[in-house]
C-alpha cells in the first residue's frame, strides 16, 4: 500500500513539473518567440502594371493567431479586387530588400510575432517607412515579441503589457474620433459594438492620432494567471484601439484588434483597415 501511495506521489510530482516546464515554454514563447532562420532569397514578383502594391506578411516565431490569419487573406484579396490594388502574401522575409520595398505603397504586419527579420531586413523596412512607404500593424503585431526598438517607438509608441484572459474575448463599443484625417473614419458609425481580445499597453500610446477606442473602464482587463498577479490593471476610460502617426516622410498605422477569425466578418473592422491602407497608399498632400 506504501509502495502504490508513493508511486502515485512521484508520479503527481512529475505531472506537475511538466506542467510548469510546459507553461514556461508558451509564456517563453508568447513573449520572445523561437529561435529562426532567416529567409534570405530574394523573390521574384511580377507586379501588374497600374496597380499600388501591398505587401501582407504573416510570418510568425512567436503565438500564432493562425485562424485569424487564414481568415484575413481572402478579405485582403476581395479589397484588392475591389480597389484595384495587388496584394502580395508571403511569410518570407526575402522580401525586405530596399529595392523590392519601393515597389510597394504600403507593407502589413498580419498579426506577425515574434523575430521575423533579420538585422539587414529591420534596417531596409525602418529606411524605406521614414522615406515615404507605410507599414500597417494589425493585433499580435503589436505584442512585446519583436524586441525591436524602432519597430516599437513608431508602430506602437507604447509597450504591450498582456490582454485580458477571464474572460479572454469580451464584447465592446468601438468609439470613432471624428477629429482625425477623414481617410480614416468615412463610412464608419460613430460607434459599433465588437468582440475581440483587448491588448493592454503600460502607457497611453506616445506621439499618435488616435483613430479608435473603447471604454476600458467596461471592460476586464486582468491578466492574472498562475502566480502572475500583477497584471489587473487597464488603460482607463480612453483606451486606444487603433492610431496612426506620421514617421519621417512615412505613415504607420495599427489597430489592436484583429484577434480570432470572427473579426473579419465584421464589417465595420474591415472598412477600418480599408481605410488605412487607403491612407496609407496616399501621396503626401
Known sequence: MKKGLKIALWSLLGLVV???????????????????????????????????????????????????????????????????????????????????????????????????????????????VEAGGSLVGIHGSGDDSHHWPWYETNLLGAKFSHHPLNPQLQQADVHVNANVDSTLTRRLPASWKHTDEWYVFFTQPRGVRVVSYIDGDKIIPSGNVLFIKDKNFGMGHNHPVAWYRTVGRGKTFYTSMGHNAAVWQDTDFVQLLTNALQWAMASPK
Open 18 to 128: 511538466l506542467l510548469f516546464v510546459a507553461g514556461g515554454l508558451f509564456l517563453y514563447k508568447v513573449k520572445n518567440g523561437f529561435p529562426v532562420s532567416y529567409e534570405t532569397d530574394r523573390p521574384a514578383i511580377n507586379f501588374p502594371a497600374n496597380k499600388p502594391a501591398v505587401l501582407l506578411f504573416s510570418k510568425t516565431t512567436g503565438f500564432r493567431h493562425g485562424e485569424s490569419i487564414d481568415a484575413s487573406k481572402p478579405v485582403f484579396q476581395q479589397l484588392a479586387q475591389r480597389n484595384g490594388w495587388f496584394v502580395y502574401e508571403t511569410e518570407e522575409g526575402g522580401v525586405f530588400t530596399p529595392e523590392q520595398l519601393k515597389q510597394f505603397k504600403a507593407v502589413v504586419f498580419d498579426n506577425s510575432t515574434g523575430r521575423v527579420l533579420n538585422d539587414e531586413q529591420q534596417q531596409a523596412l525602418s529606411e524605406y
